[in-house]
T-cell receptor, first 116, second 115 residues
Framework: EPEVTQTPSHQVTQMGQEVILRCVPI?????FYWYRQILGQKVEFLVS????????KSEIFDDQFSVERPDGSNFTLKIRSTKLEDSAMYFC??????????????FGPGTRLTVL | GENVEQHPSTLSVQEGDSAVIKCTYS??????FPWYKQELGKRPQLIID?????GEKKDQRIAVTLNKTAKHFSLHITETQPEDSAVYFC??????????????FGDGTTLTVKP
């Protein structure tokens, strides 16, 4: 069964550094999402993406964050200048349908980001 | 923005008993309500979902009810088993016809099923 994949599984970085988290959504999916989950807390929506543009974003998704679908298969989340509070598990998700025909979002295994 | 409240935060039941988790939401535009199960260190996995034009949905031991007027929805697990032990999250989503939508999650309920 096809799955969403994410790399790396764990990323350690120094405060102020840029990080890029990578996701490969399921191949025929059209809608893409990033979420984060601080250890022991709830899942928080960051951004959704469709048709090569951002659909929705949360208050967390400020100017330090950006997303891109550079080559038709990868979906990336970039954090320009990481802060300590960016340490979290970042989940990518994709969905085959959206809008009025909304359907299940399939989550990737996550990337654990640790900012020192 | 949307606010989702989930109760209880922890729930302990005996194997074979039922478990009920409740969520309320604030934005009447929310039209899709998934429930996720998350085991320790794993990704959230959808266990059941309901759309705003449906009042109840059942899948074997799991059922979800939605009251749009009161803006609340509930997860019911019957005949619980130890492998049901996990954190359960509800979510309220606004899905529009022209974009990928947005989801707000509840704080989660840690369910423990004692053998």
């Amino acid at each position: 069964e096809p799955e969403v994949t994410q790399t790396p599984s764990h990323q350690v970085t120094q405060m102020g550094q840029e990080v890029i988290l990578r996701c490969v959504p399921i191949s025929n999916h059209l809608y893409f999402y990033w979420y984060r989950q601080i250890l022991g807390q709830k899942v928080e929506f960051l951004v959704s993406f469709y048709n090569n543009e951002i659909s929705e974003k949360s208050e967390i998704f400020d100017d330090q964050f950006s997303v891109e679908r550079p080559d038709g298969s990868n979906f990336t989340l970039k954090i320009r200048s990481t802060k300590l509070e960016d340490s979290a598990m970042y989940f990518c998700a994709s969905s085959p349908l959206g809008g009025a025909a909304y359907n299940e979002q399939f989550f990737g295994p996550g990337t654990r980001l640790t900012v020192l | 923005g949307e606010n989702v409240e989930q109760h209880p935060s922890t729930l302990s039941v005996q194997e074979g008993d039922s478990a009920v988790i409740k969520c309320t939401y604030s934005d009447s535009a929310s039209n899709y309500f998934p429930w996720y199960k998350q085991e320790l260190g794993k990704r959230p996995q959808l266990i059941i979902d309901i759309r705003s034009n449906v009042g109840e949905k059942k899948d074997q031991r799991i059922a979800v009810t939605l009251n749009k007027t009161a803006k609340h929805f509930s997860l019911h697990i019957t005949e619980t088993q130890p492998e049901d032990s996990a954190v359960y999250f509800c979510a309220a989503s606004i899905m529009l016809s022209t974009n990928a939508g947005k989801s707000t999650f509840g704080d989660g309920t840690t369910l423990t099923v004692k053998p």
